[in-house]
């Protein structure tokens, strides 16, 4: 079965400063990948997604993400972080096989100082 | 594209009532829904798979009687909590499955308080 870690429950960073959110995950096969965002109280919104291709994936709000398959690992990073962009960030796997389930994250909460 | 409602999005009710939470695709027709979990500060925790016309799929320790879901259409999915007691209280996401590549999207949420 497929896992997700998100190894940092809480970042903190200054108003544009860089970000790397990070995520490891376990499958067995090559993993569909995929970073979300959740403010408060709201549903999830998709940043990127991986699937196959290019490694560096280009996502919304000028977050990017680098698959390395050597280090199962699904980074997330933004070059300078706005006081908007903090919320909770779930990175998440998905299956190649039948059923189409995402396995999440616990999420990696962002906090922006001013 | 891609949008996926819920209603209500909150609920307020009373221990021993049943409460049902609806999801829509707007603007696409939805092949798999999904229904999940959250606690407060916690991941979603998916409760149970369903596709259009058939019995819905539910993840281990999730019970099928108190968590029904009805998935009537290819734009609808129901979730009823059945005799809700105050430990269903959470917050209930769903989201919606176009078919290709895993993508799901996902509803704004309803957050179950039960007294």
């Known amino acids: 079965a497929q896992s997700v870690t998100q190894p940092d429950i809480h970042i903190t960073v200054s108003e544009g400063a860089s970000l790397e959110l990070r995520c490891n995950y376990s499958?067995?096969?090559?993993?569909?990948l995929f970073w979300y965002v959740q403010s408060p109280g709201q549903g999830l919104q998709l940043l990127l997604k991986?699937?196959?291709?290019?490694?560096l994936v280009q996502g919304i709000k000028g977050f990017e993400a680098e698959f390395k398959r050597s280090q199962s690992s699904f980074n997330l990073r933004k070059p300078s972080v706005h006081w908007s962009d903090a919320a909770e960030y779930f990175c998440?796997?998905?299956?190649?096989?039948?059923?189409?389930?995402?396995?999440f994250g616990t999420g990696t909460q962002l906090k922006v100082e001013l | 594209g891609a949008v996926v409602s819920q209603h209500p999005s909150r609920v307020i009710c009373k221990s021993g009532t049943s409460v049902k939470i609806e999801c829509r695709s707007l603007?696409?027709?939805?092949?798999?829904m999904f229904w999940y979990r959250q606690f407060p500060k916690q991941s979603l925790m998916l409760m149970a798979t369903?596709?259009?016309?058939?019995?819905?799929?539910?993840e281990q320790g999730v019970e099928k009687d108190k968590f029904l879901i009805n998935h009537a259409s290819l734009t609808l999915s129901t979730l009823t909590v059945t005799s809700a007691h105050p430990e269903d209280s959470s917050f209930y996401i769903c989201?919606?499955?176009?078919?290709?590549?895993?993508?799901?999207?996902f509803g704004p949420g309803t957050r179950l308080t039960v007294l």
């Open positions: 989201s919606a499955d176009t078919g290709g590549y895993n993508e799901q999207f």
């Open positions: 499958y067995g096969a090559t993993p569909y």
């Open positions: 991986y699937f196959s291709g290019d490694t």
């Open positions: 998440a796997v998905g299956t190649t096989g039948g059923g189409n389930k995402l396995t």
């Open positions: 603007d696409f027709q939805a092949t798999t």
């Open positions: 369903s596709n259009e016309g058939s019995k819905a799929t539910y």
